[in-house]
């Protein structure tokens, strides 16, 4: 049973940046996708960006590559996201996901958040104007 611990999230003016943190155990295999998502106000959960832990390819959802970059520690099993030029819209719960899968070669993860099997605890971002 995979389980994702992630890391406080914080408060930040227009522009800023913050880094979130997500801490992985109880791995039984190398090959994950692993995957931020947002709950912001009006919308469903919305995936940002997954890696795949066995080769590091990435994949951004659409109009998240600019502002967002995702990247892991394997050696730590921690996965990471940056977040600059933080917007209003950014605010919202963050939350990081993994499931379990193997790729085809060169493929990549997608940010679907129905296809998530384990999911962190959630942490609030909030991006003031």
């Known amino acids: 049973q995979l389980h994702l611990v992630q890391s406080e999230g914080g408060s930040v003016q227009n522009g800023g940046s913050l880094r979130l943190s997500c801490a992985a155990s109880?791995?039984?295999?190398?090959?994950?996708?692993m995957g931020w998502f947002r709950e912001v106000p009006g919308k469903e959960r919305e995936g940002v960006a997954a890696i795949y832990t066995d080769g590091g390819r990435i994949k951004y959802a659409d109009s998240m590559k600019d502002r967002f970059t995702i990247s892991q520690d394997i050696d730590a099993h921690t996965l990471f996201l940056q977040m600059d030029g933080l917007k209003p819209d950014d605010t919202g719960m963050y939350y990081c996901?993994?499931?379990?899968?193997?790729?085809?070669?060169?493929?990549?993860?997608?940010?679907?958040?129905?296809?998530?099997?384990?999911w962190g605890q959630g942490t609030q971002v909030t991006v003031s104007s």
């Open positions: 996901a993994a499931r379990k899968v193997r790729l085809p070669s060169g493929g990549t993860c997608n940010t679907h958040p129905d296809d998530y099997a384990y």
């Open positions: 109880g791995y039984t295999t190398s090959r994950y996708c």
